[in-house]
């Protein structure tokens, strides 16, 4: 519900603003949002299958990170591509409900899914 809402406010937004800082620092704080204070943002996409690093994976790697080179060469044949984890993203174990259970006992009002970031 709380997802909703802010998708719901956020559609609702009709101003118009230029890729730049000043422009950026005139949009309104979204009241919703000031008022919850406190909530759960989760980075959970296809750079969590090979669990190293963080969700930074693809940039750490393609950037030529030594430690992320190093495991891609330990672990992964020598073609393989940042887009081969997709399949293997099965979230096999997600359980909603006692995502929403532990979130809720937390006292975070609004929860933000990030499912592609920084790739």
Not at 16 to 44: M, T
Not at 67 to 74: A, L, Q
């Amino acid at each position: 519900m709380l997802l909703l809402l802010a998708v719901v406010a956020f559609s609702a937004c009709q101003a118009r603003y230029e890729p730049n800082w000043e422009s950026l620092d005139k949009r309104p704080l979204p009241d919703w949002y000031d008022k919850g204070k406190f909530g759960i943002f989760i980075h959970w996409g296809v750079f969590s299958v090979p669990s190293f690093g963080s969700e930074w994976f693809w940039h750490s790697w393609r950037s030529g990170s030594k430690s992320y080179v190093d495991f891609m060469t330990k672990n992964y044949r020598q073609d393989w591509a940042y887009a081969d984890f997709a399949e293997q993203f099965t979230a096999e174990f997600y359980d909603p409900n006692a995502w929403a259970d532990i979130f809720k006992a937390s006292g975070a009002k609004y929860v933000v899914l990030t499912s592609k970031h920084h790739e």
